[in-house]
């Protein structure tokens, strides 16, 4: 298979697969190093080379299943370690990204300090539980899907207090024919 021309193109190749890739990018149209995979349905590992090759530039991955999970902590504080310029992920039914802010990335241990600080509210497990509630079905997202929902939220919570750029768009972006197509081969 012919190398990708750009980040989309990439991420359109995997956003089906059963198990995890990833890409590195320099900018969205410079492919550094694709295809990483160990054939895991969760998760990428990274030699040091593809670690070091990772620092200041971005990286895109798939995450598997139907209605896709936003970033893990282990995904962004691998990003911020490797002072990534952007984290994606590639779902079935959205693309996920996550960059820094003016200030930079903030320490791994703060972002997890700040991630379970965030997970262990319940009183914004309940908000998020009745937002769940009201767009599942305008969005179709099935019911035992809540948990992956409530992960979006707290990522989009998260950055909005320690300063990074958090964005998840819906795949394809407008469901012309062709798009509803390929989410019907998706799903």
Known sequence: MPPCRDIVECE?????KEYEVAYIFLDHH??????ITQRYIFGV???????ALMQNNILT???TGEYTNSFSLGDVAKAAEANLKEIRIAGKRFT???APGDRGWPPPDAIRAKYREIEGDYGFYLHARIAFLGIASCEQIPP???????????WERLAREMG???LREPWPRRLTDSGMQRLKECI
Request: hydrophobic share 30%; net charge neutral; proline share 0%.
């Open 45 to 51: 590992g990274f030699s040091e080379e593809e670690f």
């Open 144 to 154: 035992d899907a809540g948990s992956r929902f409530f992960n979006h939220l707290i």
């Open 12 to 16: 359109e190749r995997i956003r089906c």
């Open 96 to 98: 996920y990204s996550l």
């Open 164 to 166: 990074l750029r958090y």
């Open 30 to 35: 410079t492919l550094l190093k694709g295809g």
């Open 61 to 63: 991955h798939n995450h």
